[in-house]
C-alpha cells in the first residue's frame, strides 16, 4: 500500500487504506457531495477553497477524511479563528478517557460511496460499515450526550479521497517526501546509536 516513515503515512497517506489503517481512534470517512462552491457533509457544508477545488477537480462526488482530533469545542475555546468553519452536530453518547473526551455523532452514507466504504471497512477490520463519526475534543469540554454540539474545523484538515480509485487527492507530494527523508534520518541516527552501545558493550 505504503513505505513511509510513521508520521508520512499519519499526515500523507496515499489511499483510503493508509488512512484509515493509522491512527486511533481512526480517520472518520464521510460521503461529500460537490455543489458549486461547496462540499456538502451528512453535517456541514464546508466552502471550497483553492486546495480543496484541486483536489476535486470536475468531480461530483468525492469521499472526505477528518481525522477525530480536528475539531474543537466552541464554548472551550478561548478565541475562535476566523477561518474555520462552525459545525453542528447532535451528540449521541460521550465517553471520557482521562485527557481527551469522545463524542459520537451518528450519520448516514449516500449510496453513492456506501460500498466504497463499505469494503473498505471489512478490510481494514472485518466489521460492518461504519455509521458514527468519532470526535476526540480536549477534556475541558462539557459536551455530554443528547447534546447539540458546536464544533470549529479547519478545512485544511480535510483529506480527499476518490471513491473509484481510493487515491488521496489532497496528498502534499513535496511534504510527503520530507517527512520520508526525515524518517530516513531517524532511522539511520537510530542505527548508529545501537552500534555505539554495541561496541561499548563489548568493549
Known sequence: QQVASPRGLYEQPANLFVAGFIGSPP????????????????????????????????????????????FQDVDAMENEPSDGVRVSVDVEMTEWLGEVLYAYVPFETDEAVRETLSQLDKDLDGESLRTEMVIALDANSLITGGDTANLWLSPDSLYVFDPETSVNLTRDESRAEKLEEQGRTQRQRALERAKEREEKATA
Open 27 to 70: 480517520m472518520n470517512f464521510l460521503n461529500g457531495a460537490v455543489e458549486g462552491d461547496t462540499l456538502r457533509l451528512p453535517m456541514m457544508d464546508v466552502p471550497i477553497d483553492d486546495r480543496l477545488r484541486a483536489a476535486i477537480g470536475d468531480r461530483s462526488t468525492v469521499i472526505v477524511g477528518v481525522r477525530p482530533d480536528a
